[in-house]
């Protein structure tokens, strides 16, 4: 992403965000990817196309800036009373999300606008959060917990790999086999 | 990649594959991806555009099976005389390659390129070959292996996902650490 000034939550520069953000969907909604500009979403949006350009760069950042925003997480993952439940849980939910027709579509354009690596990064900030509300909640509960490093080796990349790489094979039961590696063969030792 | 001719290696399609896969690398080398047109790529390959678009589809296209071509191996990977080394070996010598900034760019061209997955899937398919031949070799030599897919999920994919979404932290000791995982915590039992 280009340096932009930070979002003032309710000014100006907050409704321009939301303004943009919804005219990019809608117009995908109706018509898809083909024939999106930024002339067409700066007037879906109000807004004047130099606005765009300034705070965006161009068509492909401003698109890898909305799948961030629809790849962040609405809520902390589910309280299911133990580590390997909410792991599970939250795992599968995650596959189903990342490997649906929308959620690639996001990852590909939250990969293409990065030149810098950052909407990645960004994604999987939002991944590293949710895991590490789980294990912290579990070890609250005086469980023993793998290292939030070992959950995104072995359950989070495996699944992007295969979202992104070999697709096919993407159930739940995926999940769970990770979530059971990790259980089986990759916990600390007490 | 949209449906295109099979290539008869020798003949005119295999000859204006490669005259336009030369021509986007020399132009990429000579201004970097700006300003990069199909007109301009068909100029300087001594092709007509409708050639390159009725093959190729559009740039992004084009650019994602240069991509997928660059990604290919050049040659089988080392045999050093043990499944370890070989794997420490091809494992590190794959994150050099993957997480060079060429290595980093063809992967995002191969993944947007690609609505239906078939690009990104050559790439992994790439991977697999070269994992297999380590396996196959150290069977041979009477050695216990793993399944492909421990390698790719456990190995090949964290990488990738490191790669991708979290960049830093990649020396061939992660690359080593990966597979020592595999060694010591996901070997099939004997």
Redesign the interface.
Known sequence: MSPRPAVRPGGRSARVQRSVHAAVQELQAEHGRTGLTVPLIAARAGVTPSTVYRRWGDLQELLADVAVEHLRPDEPPADLGSLREDLEHWAAAFLEEMSSPAGRAYI?DA??G?PD?SN??Q??AYAVEQVETILARAAQRGEHVPGTDVV???V???M???V????GLLDAQYARD?VA?VFY??MPLP
Chains 1, 2 share one sequence.
């Open positions: 590909r990969l293409a990065d690596g990645a990064g994604c999987s995104m080796d072995h989070v990349a495996p992007m790999y295969r992104l790489f070999r697709p990770l590696t063969r990759l």
